[in-house]
């Protein structure tokens, strides 16, 4: 089985459908990936603008404010994709990564029992 070509799948994606939240969505998530903190960020601010009722662009920009010390911000990103998608396990899963980097392990325990 071939191996899938991510940035080029990504690429396409962003030619085909620039405007879309779900594509920039995964061209920020890519970019997080790949340690571009800063072209993350704005990949991911510019998807929630285009769709501010997208969960996982929410989540995927928390992931990215916890991983670059953002603790308050990172809170409040992940509990506004979970606001939006309460059920799903990624927007979950990802509010408890959020609390365990703040040290409330209590509360990453409650977001893992989701």
């Not at 594509?23 to 890519?30: A, D, N, P």
């Not at 993350?40 to 928390?62: G, K, V, W």
């Amino acid at each position: 089985m071939a191996a899938l070509d991510w940035p080029g799948a990504v690429a396409r994606a962003v030619a085909l459908a620039p405007d879309l939240a779900e594509v920039r969505t995964s061209q920020g998530f890519l970019e997080l990936l790949q340690w571009n903190w800063s072209e993350a960020d704005e990949t991911l601010q510019r998807a929630i603008r285009l769709n501010p009722r997208y969960a996982l662009a929410y989540s995927f920009h928390a992931w990215l404010l916890t991983t670059i010390g953002r603790e308050d911000d990172a809170a409040v990103a992940a509990r506004r994709g979970q606001e939006l998608d309460p059920l799903s396990s990624a927007t979950n899963g990802i509010a408890a990564l959020v609390a365990y980097h703040r040290r409330d392990y209590a509360q990453s325990v409650h977001e893992c029992e989701r």
